[in-house]
């Protein structure tokens, strides 16, 4: 690499470096990746700063020698294109190495980086979350996740709010539908879940439903998965509107639509609720 | 512009972005590695290391993981420049391959999404180490020629007394940020098209696949492909599926941490386009075929026993 093309690199690592930096300062990181996950992005973003600062300022490689009986006007094995001589040097690591230049690289990344953060909303619409599964049934497999499972267990190791309404995961909700012993205990059994709210899909002909969901991940939003539970509310109730964080409580009961059970809480209440760091739930 | 468009481009631009964020700091740390390695390591150093049975040599490679675990992102710098210093391309092959599926990180999250199955999890692991084994014996029988790029290639004939400073490493490591992270950012840009605008995966057209072995494994890999998940991740999403049985699910698991719309391009900076194309069809024809006499209990019974979900009746 020449000296101006280590710089124009440094340069770019500089920018890609600030861009993880701002994701981490603006919290906006939140949104895109597990919490676990930020501080990687502190110490990559500061990492490749201190790389491109580092290649700004020391564009050329110290003591770059070659064994006296080193003939440089030799023919390269591979297609060097030309022969040079020792005072070349500074620029014989192109030699080695026929990456793309720092204008194509700088044009193919800041391009689409720039792209991104301007087009982002910091989370998915409707649609994106559909295809993460915000109206898909519970899975059987992962219905086996939850431990053999009793009304005293519940009793134990869940809490209640001020209505004597247990404070129910989300996806232990959502999972419940998967398994009918399960379903027994948690059939009729005064509930609040919290999460966003979103339109109704499902068996929503009278109109009376809405979605309560939450995210689960494990790394960062690629691998983002949506769980949800039909809310249904009794007429003339105040409804939240789609994207409210809220708290809903009511009575959890199962329904079979097409043929696949489904968890649906029977509205008593919905209040607004103030939203958490993030609201991905971690998977364990 | 469409109020669905706006969608699609606002939900591409999030899935561009989180798996940029998540995978840049890992791609650095490679990169930080392999500009380290290439500076200090001595040329022909794999020779005094590895087995002089190049067999045996890959076969040990192939187990790596266990011992460096490594992510698919961060394994692609790290190897091209190992190749560069020596190590023989078949080998860095099967750690490449190998080591994204055959390490504790990945074994524990697949025991954990699949309710502790460890049937599937030894399935998992070992399957991914056999085809990684397979390829990388495969390669070494092919000339270099026909694999490496040029800028690849081990330097060979050319030596140079190259300082072994901290100057020279940091200038391999932002040589090799720049040339990796360049594809790596095309093929998120591919991967972000790709999942908001062709695949669905709660589309029908998937679901209709699990009740046949063959299309479900095709179904389920192309899928991978598409999704490019972290290795340490993607056995949730593959739980998930849950219409499908397990030899799709295995095919899935071990497909995408190998081969996955990013990591094409992230290949690109190490191998000739024909290999990666070779690469693909191998280790699509070798996961399905794993999978299948997974589904059909052919492999020894601790991989295969693929216990009951105790559901209620």
């Known amino acids: 690499m020449t000296p101006l093309h280590t710089r124009l690199f440094g340069l770019l690592a500089i920018s890609w470096g600030s861009v993880l930096i701002y994701f981490y300062h603006s919290t906006r990181v939140k949104d895109y990746l597990a919490v676990d996950f930020h501080h990687f992005i502190l110490v990559g973003g500061i990492g490749i700063i201190i790389l491109g600062v580092y290649s700004v300022i020391n564009p050329k490689p110290k003591n770059h020698s070659h064994p006296a009986d080193h003939d440089h006007d030799h023919d390269h094995d591979h297609d060097c294109g030309h022969s040079h001589d020792k005072e070349d040097c500074e620029s014989c690591e192109h030699h080695h190495e026929d990456g793309h230049g720092p204008f194509v ?131 003339g109730a105040t409804r939240p509107k789609p994207e409210d964080w809220v708290k809903a409580g009511g009575t959890l009961t199962f329904e079979t639509v097409n043929g696949t059970v489904l968890p649906l809480l029977k509205i008593r209440e919905v209040i607004q609720a103030e939203e958490p760091y993030s609201e991905f739930r971690n998977r364990q | 512009m469409t109020d669905q468009t706006k969608d699609q481009l606002a939900d591409g631009s999030y899935e561009f972005l989180s798996i940029f964020l998540e995978g840049l700091p890992f791609i650095f740390l490679g990169t930080l590695v392999s500009g380290f390695l290439g500076t200090y390591l001595p040329r022909g150093a794999f020779e005094k290391i590895l087995p002089k049975n190049n067999t045996l040599a890959i076969l040990l490679s192939g187990l790596l993981g266990a011992i460096f675990p490594v992510c698919e992102c961060a394994v692609v710098p790290v190897i091209r420049r190992l190749v560069k210093n020596g190590l023989p391309v078949s080998c860095a092959l099967a750690y490449m391959l190998a080591a994204p599926i055959f390490n504790p990180v990945t074994a524990i999250s697949t025991y954990k999404a699949f309710n502790n199955s460890y049937e599937i999890t030894i399935s998992r692991l070992t399957i991914g180490y056999l085809i990684a084994v397979i390829i990388a014996l495969i390669a070494a029988r092919i000339a270099q020629y026909f694999i490496l790029k040029e800028s690849a290639k081990a330097d060979e004939g050319h030596e140079h007394n190259h300082p072994r400073n901290l100057n020279s490493a940091l200038n391999n490591s932002l040589r090799d940020l720049m040339d990796v992270g360049l594809y790596f950012c095309i093929g998120v840009v591919l991967t972000a098209i790709l999942k908001t605008t062709v695949i669905d995966p709660t589309d029908e057209f998937w679901k209709n696949l699990a009740d046949n072995s063959i299309l479900g494994s095709a179904g389920m890999m192309i899928l991978a492909f598409v999704l490019s998940l972290c290795s340490t991740s993607d056995a949730f999403i593959a739980a998930n599926f849950a219409n499908f049985k397990y030899g799709p699910k295995l095919a899935f698991m071990v497909f995408g941490p190998m081969m996955d719309a990013k990591l094409v391009f992230l290949y690109s900076t190490v191998f000739k386009w024909k290999f990666i194309a070779f690469l693909f069809v191998a280790i699509f024809i070798l996961t399905g075929a794993f999978s299948l006499l997974f589904e059909m209990k052919i492999l020894p019974w601790w991989m295969t026993s693929q216990s009951e979900i105790p559901l209620a009746p």
């Open chain 1, 105 to 235: 690289t700088i044009l193919l990344t800041l391009i689409p980086l720039t792209l991104a953060m301007s087009y982002t909303r910091d989370k998915l619409s409707n649609q994106g979350l559909t295809k993460k599964g915000l109206y898909e049934a519970p899975s059987l497999t992962n219905a086996a996740d939850i431990p053999p499972f009793t009304r005293e267990d519940l009793e134990k190791r869940v809490s209640k709010n001020q209505y004597g309404e247990f404070e129910l995961r989300m996806i232990t909700a959502y999972y419940a539908a998967g398994d009918r012993e399960i379903q027994d205990i948690f059939d009729g059994l005064p509930v609040e879940l919290e999460g966003r709210i979103a339109p109704e899909k499902i068996n929503n002909e009278t109109g009376d439903r809405m979605r309560i969901f939450r995210s689960i991940i494990t790394c960062c939003a690629a691998d983002l998965q949506v769980v949800g539970v039909s809310l249904q509310f009794p007429e």
